[in-house]
């Protein structure tokens, strides 16, 4: 059984900085991909950025250069640092962890981000 627990949204005015972290429990594999999705009203759930557990990383084009997706893998934690927050990014953000071998995954409960005009 894997948990993933979520914290760090919350309301921001565009231009400022949020920092989003997920942290992972209980069965956890050595290979593993851990990433963050969103979803925004009326719009399908969408990858953001994703980390291997060996640091390989892809970003959505839309946050290049404004997101940094980093992790402790002594502590089982994906972090996603946001910079220059625009609007369009308000969505909720999804935490999500992959077993490729196993063709598993989990998914947090997510947390809402809000950045207002």
Known sequence: QVQLEESGGGLVQAGGSLRLSCAASGNILAINFMGWYRQAPGKQRELVAVIKSGGGTNYAESVKGRFTISRDNAKNT??????????????????????????????????????SS
């Open 78 to 115: 994906v972090y996603l640092q946001m910079n220059s927050l625009k609007p369009e990014d308000t969505a909720v953000y999804y935490c999500k962890l992959d077993f490729p071998r196993t063709l598993t995954d989990y998914w947090g409960q997510g947390t809402q981000v809000t950045v």
